[in-house]
């Protein structure tokens, strides 16, 4: 059983910053593929940013290149998203996901077995 819990969410104004936490349970963290995802209302889950279990993989959406920085801290059970030039559009619930099937980066949501209960961004205009 993994159990993830993000923190870091909350309001900001158009071009601030903000750093999203995952913290993870499970001994086999520095195995599993790790991603976040948003999603707003009426709208399907988009994959923002993933991460191979060592770093050597990173997979960012194009609408967050550039912007948007994923990392991870196997020593802590850690993976963060440093999120830079916030726009309004970025606007939505942020989810941490953990995928346990391999060390291949995954975009499809139905391949991260785990989530998090998701913590709201807000950008205002």
């Known amino acids: 059983q993994v159990q993830l819990v993000e923190s870091g969410g909350g309001l900001v104004q158009d071009g601030g910053s903000l750093r999203l936490s995952c913290a993870a349970s499970?001994?086999?963290?520095?195995?599993?593929?790790m991603g976040w995802f948003r999603q707003v209302p009426g709208k399907e889950r988009e994959l923002v940013a993933a991460?191979?279990?060592?770093?050597?993989?990173?997979y960012y959406a194009d609408s967050v290149k550039g912007r948007f920085t994923i990392s991870r801290d196997n020593a802590k059970n850690m993976v963060y998203l440093q999120m830079n030039s916030l726009k309004p559009e970025d606007t939505a619930v942020y989810y941490c996901?953990?995928?346990?099937?391999?060390?291949?980066?995954?975009?499809?949501?139905?391949?991260?077995?785990?989530w998090g209960q998701g913590t709201q961004v807000t950008v205002s205009s």
């Open positions: 991460i191979s279990w060592n770093g050597g993989t990173i």
């Open positions: 996901a953990a995928d346990l099937g391999g060390n291949r980066v995954k975009v499809q949501g139905s391949a991260y077995g785990y």
């Open positions: 499970g001994r086999t963290f520095s195995t599993y593929v």
